[in-house]
């Protein structure tokens, strides 16, 4: 098995952020912790907008059960990025996401990170099956 690969080409979908002033910790770069922050706002953008997602109303949600992040080279305010989303696993109520954050323009990720979402059922909180349109919307993302 070849190990993960970090570089733009290797990822499906891409998401622009702003990193924000309040985003830089006292040593002068992004904390840590705002990577997840940008992680979350990739995937529930793209499940919104392509996979019609709907999270006010929709019967349907995800939980974050798992997450982790490598640090490779520092961003800091202020910087334009990218986010690099790619599916590593498709389940029945469950999916892998495999992310990397980019600066604009460049080939190779400051960070990579990885998060599962399972979906449930709204009221009871209970695994459910991932909806037909986010299936297909996530099956797009699948890496080879």
């Known amino acids: 098995m070849n190990p993960p690969q970090h570089r733009r080409a290797d990822y499906a979908h891409f998401q622009p ?26 995937v529930n953008t793209y499940l919104i907008e392509v996979g019609g997602l709907d999270i ?11 997450s982790s992040c490598d640090y ?3 961003i800091a305010f202020p910087e334009r990025i990218e986010v690099g989303l790619r599916v590593g696993k498709l389940g029945n109520s469950s999916v892998q996401y495999e ?3 980019f600066k604009a323009g460049e080939d190779e990720a400051c960070a990579a990170g990885r998060f599962v979402h399972v979906f449930v059922d709204r009221a009871s909180n209970r695994p459910v099956p991932i909806p037909a349109p986010l299936r297909t919307a996530l099956a797009r993302l699948l890496r080879d």
């Open 99 to 101: 992310l990397a954050i």
């Open 17 to 42: 952020i702003t990193t924000r002033w309040h985003d830089n910790d006292v040593y002068g770069h992004v904390n840590n912790v705002v990577y997840y922050g940008f992680f979350d706002s990739a």
């Open 56 to 66: 006010h109303e929709g019967q349907v949600i995800g939980f974050v059960v798992s």
């Open 72 to 74: 490779f080279a520092s």
